[in-house]
């Protein structure tokens, strides 16, 4: 039989890390010392090792030689793989949605759409980075499979280590992104067929990758 308590303290230990990988608390290259988080989360060694072990298998953690577990960086090839793997994943997401998402959403989308183009014009990074992911995500609320929205925000919460830099904004990209989004309203509120849906935001994430292959 499954020891629950032994599970409960591994998925403590993995929130509490991974929250801290996300949040900038543990910062790219750290080392997360196993003593320490087993006495916070009040656990022996072994839930944390098993803990720490899935956060590399999710690609938040690396093993060093000789020095053990640490944060990992996100590197250029790793952050446009994680684009690519986005773009399959949130054209589905978004065909999906479509067939379900009420008019009440399609107005709430273009609200924020404006409040993008407003933080625009006001050179508000931060606030353009979370009105972005609350646009898609607004879509994504209304997503039947919510394994495929658990695996989108997984790659989400990875590239925000990225995002926290800010070398993942592009000006010259911002404002056709923006556009983008306005089309992306005009299929979900004309009810577009859903391979038409699915292709125009599979391309409006790879236009993304674009931006950074021809910046970097």
């Known amino acids: 039989m499954i020891n629950d308590k032994k599970i409960n303290k591994r998925q403590y230990a993995y929130e509490v890390i991974r929250t801290r990988i996300v949040d900038g608390t543990y910062v790219p290259g750290q080392r997360i010392v196993i003593d320490q988080i087993a006495k916070e989360v009040g656990s022996s060694h072994i839930p944390v090792r098993e803990a720490i072990h899935q956060l590399e298998s999710d690609q938040f953690i690396e093993y060093k030689p000789n020095f053990g577990a640490i944060v990992r960086g996100i590197d250029r090839s790793l952050y446009m793989e994680s684009l690519q793997l986005l773009a399959l994943l949130e054209g589905y997401a978004t065909s999906l949605?479509?067939?379900?998402?009420?008019?009440?959403?399609?107005?709430?989308?273009?609200?924020?759409?404006?409040?993008?183009?407003?933080?625009?014009?006001?050179?508000?990074?931060?606030?353009?980075?979370?009105?972005?992911r609350k646009f898609h995500f607004a879509i994504y609320a209304f997503c039947p499979n919510k394994?495929?929205?658990?695996?989108?925000?997984?790659?989400?919460?990875?590239?925000?280590?990225?995002?926290?830099?800010?070398?993942?904004?592009?000006?010259?990209?911002?404002?056709?992104?923006?556009?983008?989004?306005?089309?992306?309203?005009?299929?979900?509120?004309e009810k577009a067929d859903s391979l038409q849906i699915e292709e125009i935001a599979r391309t409006h994430k790879l236009n993304t990758l674009e931006a950074f292959k021809n910046q970097h």
């Open 97 to 132: 949605s479509a067939l379900h998402i009420p008019p009440a959403a399609i107005e709430e989308l273009k609200i924020i759409n404006r409040n993008m183009k407003e933080m625009l014009e006001n050179y508000d990074l931060e606030k353009l980075g979370d009105l972005n």
């Open 147 to 189: 394994l495929l929205v658990d695996n989108i925000q997984q790659v989400w919460e990875r590239l925000d280590i990225v995002r926290r830099t800010n070398f993942t904004f592009f000006s010259k990209r911002t404002p056709k992104s923006i556009a983008e989004h306005d089309y992306l309203i005009q299929l979900l509120e």
